[in-house]
């Protein structure tokens, strides 16, 4: 197997973190986006629309979409357990895998797009729309920071099911790259502050 | 059971259209967005975050988030099988499910809520955001036109797994809020054509 990664892309850090936890090592392939090369014909031919991460496998069987490489993973090394056991938890870990994919991967990724200078002269930013964008995240921070503090307190390092789950490593790689576009989790959210310190002291984390 | 639903949403027709395939009936609660019932206490206390559609067990156990529902269903009724039986299988049904709701699912609702008249007045809408998606998402039609045109004509009804799974569904209702938008499949892609034709002339379509 090889994996084509992007050293400091949302999703492909998805997929470093699940295998070390997984204890998995996989040889990466470094594709170099800045200089295009996610756009020349030998990677597209790997994934047509030009993103990351891409696993191949030893007989050339692509899958690309972080979430779905980490869940092939996961059929071939099955613990620790990341996507649940039974179909009740299977279901509530796709659920804030969603949560943490579309309320805060996407918005990040619109505030990524749409305000950073890395996209100037690359694609056409709507700073309008990023700031909106903005705006959405930090009301979704405070909403899931108010659900923490709801829980009792030992529940509150995990997005679910009470141990590092998909969804956990979704959300911690969302808050990354908001970090990256100074939009920090505000001081007076402990809760959430809380539970991204302690993802983040993961030796998983550094992957 | 019972499942909180909005009969124009995206998301509750792809849980509706995976019952009707699974021959599975759970009783349904319309939720009126339009005057504001999503954002009322009472359902806020179901999904915070306002979205349908909202599964409720018997227990009074919520379970949000459209794909997650079905995968609920899916391990309680497991024929026939939408989600995959080999972990290959189920990690290219997962690839093709993501791109459908990430390549065209999110352009598309980018399309409605920045340039549909609906949303006139309720939230803030960036036009110039709008037609971007809209050219992403002819972009991403032309793209799927032509992988599918590669493939043998037998091969053309069905996005992964040469069956119907949960990644057409999230594709079918992905197009359907595209016409109500007015953004067609281009008439001379005719693969895709014939996918859209194939996979909303299933009974389950009308559910």
């Known amino acids: 197997m090889k994996l084509y990664n992007l050293s400091a892309g ?17 040889p990466l392939q ?25 696993l191949e496998l030893d007989d050339g069987t692509i899958i690309t979409e972080s979430v779905a490489i980490c869940r092939y993973i996961e059929a071939l090394h099955p613990q620790p357990n990341m996507f649940g056991e ?10 804030w895998t969603r949560r943490a994919e579309l309320e805060f991967g996407i918005p990040v ?9 890395f996209w100037v002269g690359r694609i056409t930013q709507v700073k309008e729309y990023g700031e909106l964008a903005r705006e959405q995240l930090l ?3 405070a909403w899931l920071d108010g659900e923490l503090g709801k829980r009792a ?33 505000p001081e007076d959210q402990t809760h959430l502050s809380q ?13």
């Open 139 to 141: 009301r979704r921070m």
């Open 195 to 207: 539970w991204f310190a302690s993802v983040t002291s993961r030796a998983s984390a550094r992957a």
């Open 109 to 117: 990724m619109n505030v990524f797009e749409n305000l950073h200078p």
């Open 30 to 54: 470094e594709v170099d986006v800045a200089e295009g090369e996610n756009a020349a014909p030998e990677f597209l031919h790997l994934n047509p629309i030009g993103k990351l991460p891409v």
């Open 153 to 185: 307190p030992e529940k509150r390092d995990f997005l679910v099911a009470e141990r590092y789950t998909i969804a956990d490593i979704i959300l911690q790689c969302a808050l990354i790259v908001a970090k990256a576009c100074k939009v920090r989790i």
């Open 86 to 95: 039974t179909p009740l938890e299977t279901a509530q870990i796709e659920m």
């Open 10 to 26: 949302m999703n492909p850090r998805r997929v470093r973190i699940f295998l070390a936890e997984k204890g998995v090592e996989i």
